[in-house]
């Protein structure tokens, strides 16, 4: 109990202080899952919104795909996502494997179900007459677009922010993928799972404290704009 005590004084000291190594950690954690979470959301959305309006043949197949996608394992999607940057992959001769483009690559795959199937959710929620109308009124399928999804607005940024969740704390794709390198592709879950190990708790709960901070802040703000969300619709 007392080494757990001095161990969270000095991960205290350590975030407070600015030490330059644990605030480079943090830095690409967010660097590389906010970079993961802007491509992934315009093409998802896109998609969620495909699948709820139009109606096309294995339109049910693809809505239970990526349902489906949902349940599947961080550490699968990493595997996967390594199966084809590694040099005998299809690819390999890019040479992304164990860099952060990597990292943003599985971290993508990861998220990119969870707004499909959050989005599909709020847009099958949304009054579909916003759609009609605005066609309706002449107004571009563009337009008819932007106009739904600001009817839905609070629903989509809380699939945005349940995305980000899901991948800023993933460990299982980040290690696979980026190799843990110091200063290039160590986030914060592998470099919590890696002073853990060698028996240094300080820097690890220095993280998890960003992380349980960050935590809190993320379903504060999602309890806020589904909340938002009811009250529109």
Not at 96 to 115: E, H, R, Y
Not at 142 to 161: C, D, K, N, Q, S
Request: net charge positive.
């Amino acid at each position: 109990m007392e080494h757990l005590f001095s161990a969270t004084q000095t991960a205290l000291g350590l975030l407070v202080s600015g030490n330059a190594e644990l605030w480079a950690i943090i830095g690409i954690s967010f660097r590389v899952s906010t970079t993961a979470i802007l491509i992934a959301v315009l093409p998802a959305v896109l998609t969620a919104f495909v699948l709820s309006y139009a109606r096309f043949t294995g339109r049910r197949l693809l809505i239970s795909l990526f349902n489906t996608l949902l349940s599947i394992p961080a550490v699968v999607i990493g595997l996967s996502c390594y199966v084809l940057l590694s040099r005998q992959g299809p690819l390999g001769d890019l040479h992304l494997l164990f860099t952060q483009t990597a990292m943003v690559i599985g971290q993508v795959a990861l998220c990119f179900p969870m707004l499909v199937a959050m989005g599909h959710s709020t847009f099958q929620a949304a009054d579909k007459r916003a759609w009609e109308t605005a066609r309706t009124l002449g107004a571009s399928p563009l337009y008819a677009l932007l106009t739904v999804m600001h009817e839905v607005r609070f629903g989509l940024i809380a699939a945005l922010l349940a995305g980000f969740g899901r991948i800023i704390a993933e460990v299982g794709a980040s290690m696979m993928l980026g190799g843990n390198i110091l200063h290039y592709t160590r986030n914060i879950p592998t470099a919590i799972a890696l002073e853990t190990s060698k028996g240094e708790f300080a820097q690890g709960i220095a993280l998890g404290m960003v992380l349980l901070v960050m935590a809190f802040v993320l379903n504060s703000s999602l309890h806020y704009f589904q909340g938002k969300g009811q009250i529109v619709g």
